[in-house]
């Protein structure tokens, strides 16, 4: 199944290369040009506006909650019926230490809100809340990608391995490029060939 698309690719490899390509050009011009100034880390809205603008060019989705029932294997995230109350009861979670902010970061990958793109604009979102919080970001080069697609999988019942993962991993160099660079890159390799079903309301 190829998600219908603005490019008009109908090959699954294409599309894939192609929304890599083109939201890791976006991601650099968000890093580099202001553009989240404007937005309250933590809030739906922000992460809303990273989606939009890494995936517009792509979707038409793009920044909209997703319409759709998704699950990845055998996990089912939210379902649409209860997602927007998800989202309201994620945004109203506090994130004054780093703890609280992990958690409020496992509850977003679980609602999932998007129909594509989630892992790549939550991890954004979980920087920039970091940021603003604790002046610190993750340095995902140094993130075991195995450990940590298996430490998010369990996180909805048990997150205390997804917290020991990340808090190894900060670095206070928020304003690096290349730590920057380093996430989005990470976020290709967990993300970018991820097969996700999905069933029509």
Same mark, same amino acid.
């Given at each position: 199944?190829?998600?219908?698309?603005?490019?008009?690719? @109908? #090959?699954? &490899?294409?599309?894939?290369?192609?929304?890599?390509?083109?939201?890791?050009?976006?991601?650099?011009?968000? /890093?580099?040009?202001?553009?989240?100034?404007?937005?309250? %880390?933590? @809030? /739906?809205? !922000?992460? %809303? %506006?990273?989606?939009? /603008?890494?995936?517009?060019?792509?979707?038409? /989705?793009?920044?909209?909650?997703? &319409?759709?029932?998704?699950?990845?294997?055998?996990?089912?995230?939210?379902?649409?019926?209860?997602?927007?109350?998800?989202?309201?009861?994620?945004?109203?979670?506090?994130?004054? @230490?780093?703890?609280?902010?992990?958690?409020?970061?496992?509850? !977003?990958?679980?609602?999932?809100?998007?129909?594509?793109?989630?892992?790549?604009?939550?991890?954004?979102?979980?920087?920039?809340?970091?940021?603003?919080?604790?002046?610190?970001?993750?340095?995902?080069?140094?993130? #075991?990608?195995? #450990?940590?697609?298996?430490?998010?999988?369990?996180?909805?019942?048990?997150?205390?391995?997804?917290?020991?993962?990340?808090?190894?991993?900060?670095?206070?160099?928020?304003?690096?490029?290349?730590?920057?660079? *380093?996430?989005?890159?990470?976020?290709?390799?967990?993300?970018?060939?991820?097969?996700? *079903?999905?069933?029509?309301?």
């Amino acid at each position: 199944m190829v998600l219908e698309n603005k490019l008009n690719i @109908t #090959d699954s &490899t294409e599309l894939v290369r192609m929304e890599e390509k083109i939201s890791k050009k976006k991601a650099v011009e968000l /890093f580099e040009n202001g553009y989240l100034n404007n937005y309250e %880390a933590g @809030t /739906f809205q !922000m992460l %809303a %506006a990273i989606h939009r /603008f890494l995936f517009e060019e792509i979707y038409d /989705f793009a920044g909209k909650v997703r &319409t759709v029932n998704i699950a990845k294997g055998i996990f089912r995230f939210a379902p649409v019926m209860y997602l927007q109350a998800a989202i309201e009861n994620i945004e109203r979670m506090p994130q004054s @230490t780093f703890d609280e902010i992990v958690e409020k970061y496992v509850e !977003m990958n679980i609602a999932h809100p998007f129909r594509e793109g989630n892992g790549r604009s939550t991890r954004i979102w979980l920087d920039l809340i970091l940021k603003k919080e604790l002046n610190m970001v993750i340095d995902w080069s140094i993130v #075991d990608k195995e #450990d940590y697609l298996l430490a998010m999988e369990r996180s909805p019942i048990k997150d205390i391995e997804i917290k020991h993962i990340l808090k190894q991993a900060l670095t206070n160099k928020v304003d690096d490029r290349e730590v920057y660079m *380093k996430g989005i890159d990470y976020s290709y390799y967990y993300e970018g060939y991820a097969i996700y *079903k999905a069933e029509d309301l």
